[in-house]
């Protein structure tokens, strides 16, 4: 068993043996969950929700009762998974282990992020078909659970250059309450980390949204993503890394364009065309090529 997964078990405080043995009884791992788990788990869940503030008066207006319990089952469940596995590790921990270290002279490329970037390729545009780029977006991630999954997901990958696209989830609070400052402060550490791997670094700005299907603004306020966006700016000057913005060709004023995204936050087929050039020569820069 490899490192992270002994970490990621918690051994039970008591543990009775199965009648007739001397061996105690084994271990409950990820995915495992008996009935009464899964329950309590669902309970906390539903708790979490409304400690982190969900707009359920908006669910319960809808018109769409169908649509409404659908989109509340998928709260659940994500906060489910926020409970059973913080960090993500195991989204891309056994894709990581087939993977192997990047042949000679090949510039591998690691994207982490969340949903916006987990999405990409997804739909008509695929993400850099024929390129040694590596997606690691998980939806609804915020940056300090990427900064949990940092030397699993980048570092022991060893990508010449990692593209950063986080700051979104944060501010929408999915991990709790966060500031600009400790979501600066997460953003430091993951750059620090990896250059003092070797890795040069990519900080892409977060990107806008609209209500344009549902209400966003009221967590992901324009001006706190616009003043995100210009310390992730000044910061990646100062650090010696690349700043991307995709906010520019997202937004129309401070929201994004409804003709480009599929719901308001993630970006559509157009949406990730217009992305695609602009992270291609950000990462040409970091690689130090014109």
């Known amino acids: 068993m490899s490192w992270a997964s002994r970490i990621a078990v918690k051994t039970p405080k008591h543990r009775k043996k199965p009648e007739?043995?001397?061996?105690?009884?084994?271990?409950?791992?990820?995915?495992?969950?008996?009935?009464?788990?899964?329950?309590?788990?669902?309970a906390a869940a539903l708790t979490a929700a409304a400690l982190l503030g969900l707009d359920c008066r908006f669910h319960a207006q809808s018109t769409n009762s169908a649509k409404t319990i659908a989109d509340l089952e998928r709260e659940i469940a994500a906060h489910i998974r926020l409970l059973s596995d913080w960090g993500g590790l195991t989204r891309y921990g056994s894709e990581n282990a087939d993977l192997g270290p990047p042949a000679p002279g090949v510039d591998r490329v690691v994207f982490l992020g969340d949903e916006i970037t987990e999405m990409w390729g997804r739909g008509k545009a695929k993400f850099f078909p024929e390129k040694p780029y590596l997606n690691r977006g998980v939806?609804?991630?915020?940056?300090?659970?990427?900064?949990?999954?940092?030397?699993?997901?980048?570092?022991?990958?060893?990508?010449?250059?990692?593209v950063i696209q986080a700051g979104s989830s944060d501010l929408a609070g999915y991990a709790g309450p966060a500031t600009q400052g400790t979501i600066s402060e997460h953003f430091m550490t993951m750059t620090e980390l990896a250059k003092a791997h070797g890795i040069q670094v990519v900080l892409a700005s977060v990107t806008p949204v609209c209500d344009c299907f549902t209400k966003l603004t009221a967590r992901r306020t324009p001006g706190k993503i616009l003043s995100l966006n210009g310390w992730l700016k000044e910061y990646a000057a100062y650090s010696g890394s690349i700043y991307l913005d995709y906010y520019a060709v997202l937004a129309h004023g401070r929201a994004m364009k409804k003709e480009l995204t599929v719901d308001g936050l993630v970006p559509n087929d157009g949406g990730y065309e217009l992305m695609a050039p602009l992270a291609e020569q950000a990462i040409s820069l970091a690689l130090g090529k014109k």
């Open 139 to 162: 939806a609804h991630q915020t940056t300090p659970q990427m900064l949990v999954r940092f030397r699993q997901d980048v570092i022991d990958l060893k990508p010449k250059v990692v």
């Open 20 to 42: 007739g043995s001397s061996q105690p009884a084994p271990l409950l791992f990820h995915g495992e969950f008996r009935p009464r788990r899964r329950a309590a788990l669902r």
